[in-house]
C-alpha cells in the first residue's frame, strides 16, 4: 500500500480537467476497496466501491478502475470542479476475518479555477 | 435525518487525565470504529465492535479503551497511558464494516493542555 508520510502527494489540476488519482493496495486477497473523500475538518464521505469481481465501476462523474494483476486501484473524476479539492483516501478491506477496511495515507487534489 | 454524531468537536486533556469521546448513530449498523488520524496521514483503527456487547483491538489500540452496551453507541476513553493523545479521532459505522461503506461522524479534535 501507500507509504505513510507526512507529506500527502498533491495532484493540482484545473477546473474542468479530468482528474486521476492512483492507489497501490497491499493485500492479493483483498476483494472490496472503496474511494473517500475527505474535506478539511470533517469526516471522509464514501465517493464509489468496487468488487474484485469487477473491473471498472461508474458513478455520477467517477470511474473507479481495478487492476488486480499490478494491485492498482484508481478514481478519476471527469470535469473537475473547485468543490473536488480534498484529500482523497482509498481503502481495502486487507483482512477479511476482521471485516475492517485499511486505509492508505490519501492525495491531495487542488483544483485551479 | 440518519447519521453519526460525534461530539464534542474539540476536547482538551490535561496531564494525567481520561477523557471519553462520544459516537452515536441512528443508522441501525450493528458494526462501528474508532479510526486515529494524525497531521497529513491516513487512518488507523483503534477499536471495533461487530456487534453489542463485543468488541476487539485494532492496530493501535494501547492507551484506548472502549464498551459496547448498545447498539447506537460506542464510546471511546482516551486514558492517561496514551502518551501522544493529540490527533482527530473519527468514529464510523457499517452494516459490515469489510464488505460495504463505513459512514463516518464529523470527528473529535483532541489536544493537550
Known amino acids: 500500500g501507500e507509504s505513510v508520510g507526512l507529506h500527502l502527494p498533491t495532484l493540482s489540476v484545473q477546473e474542468g480537467d479530468n482528474s486521476i488519482i492512483n492507489c497501490a493496495y497491499s493485500n492479493s486477497a483483498s476483494d472490496y476497496f472503496i474511494w473517500y473523500k475527505q474535506e478539511s475538518g470533517k469526516g471522509p464521505q464514501f465517493i464509489i466501491d468496487?468488487?474484485?469481481?469487477?473491473d471498472k465501476r461508474q458513478g455520477q462523474r467517477v470511474t473507479v478502475l481495478l487492476n488486480k494483476t499490478v494491485k492498482h486501484l484508481s478514481l478519476q473524476i471527469a470535469a473537475t470542479q473547485p468543490g473536488d479539492s480534498a484529500v482523497y483516501f482509498c481503502a481495502e478491506n486487507m483482512d477479511t476475518g476482521r471485516r475492517a477496511l485499511t486505509f492508505g495515507s490519501g492525495t491531495r487534489l487542488q483544483v485551479q479555477p | 435525518d440518519g447519521g453519526i454524531t460525534q461530539s464534542p468537536k474539540y476536547l482538551f486533556r490535561k496531564e494525567g487525565q481520561n477523557v471519553t469521546l462520544s459516537c452515536e448513530q441512528n443508522l441501525n449498523h450493528d458494526a462501528m470504529y474508532w479510526y486515529r488520524q494524525d497531521p497529513g496521514q491516513g487512518l488507523r483503527l483503534i477499536y471495533y465492535s461487530q456487534i453489542v456487547n463485543d468488541f476487539q483491538k485494532g492496530d493501535i489500540a494501547e492507551g484506548y479503551s472502549v464498551s459496547r452496551e448498545k447498539k447506537e453507541s460506542f464510546p471511546l476513553t482516551v486514558t492517561s497511558a496514551q502518551k501522544n493523545p493529540t490527533a482527530f479521532y473519527l468514529c464510523?459505522?457499517?452494516?459490515?464494516?469489510?464488505?460495504?461503506?463505513?459512514?463516518f461522524g464529523d470527528g473529535t479534535r483532541l489536544s493537550i493542555l
Open positions: 464510523a459505522s457499517s452494516n459490515d464494516g469489510g464488505n460495504q461503506p463505513q459512514h
Open positions: 468496487i468488487r474484485s469481481n469487477m
